[in-house]
């Protein structure tokens, strides 16, 4: 159980195009959800924490405007990068809660040329 | 969250155990101790977790010091699969205050196992 999936698992797009990266908990209900960066060689950090029906929150350093998320039901969570620079190419990773722990999807890698 | 202090390398022989250790002098009472790991381009991976008594689970054994300001991870019986970054986070998760729900993650140590 608590399967959290992402779609899509890698994306290649053109600088100034926008990127929409999909977070599902395949399972369970999840209420608050957690979108993650991660550059190569370093940690991951976490970008945003996301609530089913609100705004989400995000971390310092980091553009609502640029990376849009929509937290529209209990099973899905979506981030947009809009307007994509080569700077943005990262591993995305979401996290849903769920019973008071955080069950990680398996990432988007993320490419911009 | 408590900040947590793990070593940035180890290796270890593969069939021999692991043993991973991590500081946390500063844990508070209601925070446990937990361990994930992140193979090469995938998701963080739950291993186990612990309040202060020693764990143990089909993937490993957690070690809680007394005074719980350190604790190790062991993997009774390494394989190549096992080489991943391994990350010690402590949290409360029952804390409902700001900043309270996420796991923080450190930079964790880079296990290699040798053949």
């Known amino acids: 159980g608590a399967v959290v999936s992402q779609h899509p698992s890698w994306v290649i797009c053109k600088s100034g195009t926008s990127v929409k990266i999909e977070c599902r908990s395949l399972?369970?209900?999840?209420?608050?959800m957690f979108w993650y960066r991660q550059f190569p060689k370093q940690s991951l950090m976490l970008m945003a924490t996301s609530n089913e029906g609100s705004k989400a929150t995000y971390e310092q350093g980091v553009e609502k405007d640029k990376f849009l998320i929509n937290h529209a039901s209990l099973t899905l969570s979506t981030l947009t990068v809009t307007s994509a620079h080569p700077e943005d190419s990262s591993f995305y990773i979401c996290?849903?809660?769920?019973?008071?722990?955080?069950?990680f999807g398996p990432g988007t890698r993320l490419t911009v040329t | 969250d408590a900040k947590t202090t793990q070593p940035p390398s180890m290796d270890c022989a593969e069939g021999r155990a692991a043993n991973l250790p991590c500081n946390h002098s500063?844990?508070?009472?209601?925070?446990?101790v937990y361990w994930y790991r992140q193979i090469h381009s995938q998701g963080p991976q739950y291993i186990i977790h612990?309040?202060?008594n020693n764990e143990t689970n089909e993937m490993a054994s957690l070690i809680i010091t007394e005074d719980r300001k350190s604790s190790t991870l062991i993997l009774p019986h390494a394989t190549l699969r096992d080489t991943a970054v391994y990350y010690c986070?402590?949290?409360?998760?029952?804390?409902?205050?700001?900043?309270?729900?996420?796991?923080?993650f450190g930079k964790g140590t880079k296990l290699s196992v040798i053949p």
């Open positions: 612990g309040l202060k």
């Open positions: 399972d369970f209900q999840a209420t608050t």
């Open positions: 500063t844990i508070s009472g209601n925070e446990y």
């Open positions: 996290s849903a809660r769920h019973n008071y722990e955080q069950y």
């Open positions: 986070i402590v949290r409360d998760p029952a804390y409902s205050g700001a900043g309270s729900y996420q796991l923080t």
